[in-house]
């Protein structure tokens, strides 16, 4: 089983709709969550950062963690086109020597004009 | 300001060849690391680096080498490619504070082994 599941889609939804990227762990040491954004043929990026658990919202984009459910969100509200992209969560346990970072394997989301 | 280079950009390797990815970032990080990228697997992390002069293993680190011989710069190689090695490479850097947990990821570099 791996550490982090995200589920791969492609997902597609017109443009103005609420996306719902959601992913699940089992490694209860994880206290940090990252989304990152990767527009095709690029690097990731960073899109939001959360510790613990709650919720921290940044503009249209929401990330919200369920720790005691080991499940993570990123809500995206008023989807554009420029938002059509593969998203990857990723989490890690803490600032130990590395704080080795685990992705999953990213949702591919198109949004429809 | 270039943030986080990679170079090559693409490669066409024949098995059995070597080869080095060049990663440079000048942002003064001290952490990097080298990824690699495959369809429905995510990010793997193949190898390390908290300091010049420092390595480690990561996830799948076989059938690669790293240097970190200057702090701005980080080397994989190739030695003996094989056809599983075909992938996107993604270099990656973090400042190393306590403030952030960011990576700044390179372009990637498209590796095909035949």
């Known amino acids: 089983q791996k550490e982090v599941e995200q589920d791969p889609g492609p997902l597609s939804v017109p443009e103005g709709a609420i996306v719902s990227l959601n992913c699940t762990y089992s490694?209860?040491?994880?206290?940090?969550f990252m989304w990152y954004r990767q527009y095709s043929r690029k690097g990731p990026e960073l899109l939001m950062y959360?510790?613990?658990?709650g919720n921290k919202e940044d503009g249209r984009f929401t990330a919200q963690v369920d720790k005691s459910s080991k499940y993570i969100s990123l809500f995206i509200r008023d989807s554009q086109p420029s938002d059509s992209a593969t998203y990857l969560c990723a989490m890690s346990a803490g600032y130990s020597s590395a704080s080795k970072i685990i992705f999953g394997s990213g949702t591919r989301l198109s949004i429809r004009p | 300001n270039a943030g986080v280079t990679q170079t090559p950009k693409f490669r066409v390797l024949k098995t059995g060849q070597s080869m080095t990815l060049l990663c440079a970032q000048d942002?003064?990080?001290?952490?990097m690391y080298w990824y690699r990228q495959d369809p429905g697997m995510g990010l793997r992390l193949i190898h390390y680096?908290?300091?010049?002069?420092?390595?480690a293993k990561g996830e799948v680190p076989d059938g690669y080498n790293v240097s970190r011989l200057k702090k701005q710069n980080f080397l994989l190689g190739l030695e003996s490619a094989a056809p599983s090695q075909t992938s996107v490479y993604f270099c990656?850097?973090?400042?190393?504070?306590?403030?952030?947990?960011?990576?700044?990821f390179g372009p990637g570099t498209r590796l095909t082994v035949t």
């Open positions: 680096s908290v300091g010049e002069g420092t390595t």
């Open positions: 990656a850097s973090r400042e190393g504070t306590l403030e952030t947990d960011e990576q700044y």
């Open positions: 490694n209860s040491a994880f206290q940090y």
């Open positions: 942002m003064n990080h001290e952490y």
């Open positions: 959360t510790y613990s658990s």
